[in-house]
């Protein structure tokens, strides 16, 4: 049996569309991703800049899990950090993984006046005052993304669902744009089963990515290693609706 047939969830925009027949809150009033509109967004001088810092010894491995490619970190400690910005407190670096789409036209899960980017990484931090990632996922304030528009390393190692390899000594902080510049709301993680604990820090300025790096990515396949390669793309949820929130932007 397919793994993804076990978890009860795909990527196409039918049975996206029916996501909340088991996972509720799917259908919240805070969901993301969403559509960031930069001229309702509202400047915030309140909004500090937020800065990582990050033991490049902290990172563990790297995974295909048929859904996404996944790089994992140790959190048993205030080892890899997110402070300021929106937030208060450290959140601890837990994870990082990639969205993209089939060709370079699509793939980002949030759009930018319209825009849409060839892929989308997300930094997972959650916040330790809730004692452990189960805690933090129960929380509005538990847990911290790090959107950055876009791509990362060598990948050949990792091509079928499954695969997991050794992924030590990596600093995700090259992976930052040179401007700090973000946008702030309240959403939800955008796979089932869709919590509503994140605060997103969505930055302005995208990192440039290669088409060979692009080509990489899409030749993962969601299968394992003695099926027949499925192409591991468009693992995208849409934007969906903001229900009245504000963006806040953290520059003019």
Not at 11 to 18: F, H, P, S, T, V
Not at 79 to 105: K, N, T
Request: proline fraction near 7%; charged fraction near 25%; aromatic fraction near 10%.
């Amino acid at each position: 049996m397919h793994l993804s047939a076990l978890h009860g969830w795909f990527y196409d925009c039918d049975r996206e569309a029916r996501w909340h027949e088991n996972y509720p809150l799917a259908k919240g009033d805070n969901q993301s991703p969403i559509e960031i509109s930069s001229k309702d967004a509202r400047y915030d001088t309140c909004l500090s800049p937020w800065h990582a810092s990050y033991d490049p010894g902290a990172a563990k491995t790297i995974l295909n899990n048929g859904r996404t490619c996944r790089v994992v970190f140790d959190d048993t400690f205030d080892r890899s950090v997110l402070r300021g910005g929106p937030l208060s407190g450290a959140y601890r670096l837990r994870q990082l993984h990639l969205h993209w789409g089939s060709s370079d036209d699509h793939g980002s899960e949030h759009v930018v006046d319209g825009v849409k980017y060839a892929a989308e990484l997300h930094m997972v931090h959650w916040n330790p005052k809730h004692g452990n990632f189960a805690g933090a996922l129960k929380q509005s304030d538990g847990v911290a993304v790090v959107g950055i528009f876009l791509k990362v390393s060598e990948i050949d190692n990792i091509k079928t669902k499954g695969k997991e390899a050794p992924f030590q000594h990596f600093d995700p902080s090259i992976l930052f744009p040179k401007s700090r510049d973000y946008w702030t709301y309240h959403g939800s993680f955008t796979t089932p089963p869709c919590e509503e604990c994140i605060t997103w820090i969505l930055l302005r300025e995208p990192i440039e990515v290669s088409a060979d790096q692009m080509a990489k990515l899409r030749s993962l396949s969601k299968n394992g290693e003695n099926e027949p390669v499925n192409p591991l793309v468009d693992n995208w949820r849409p934007p969906q609706p903001v229900k009245g929130r504000i963006v806040r932007a953290s520059f003019k």
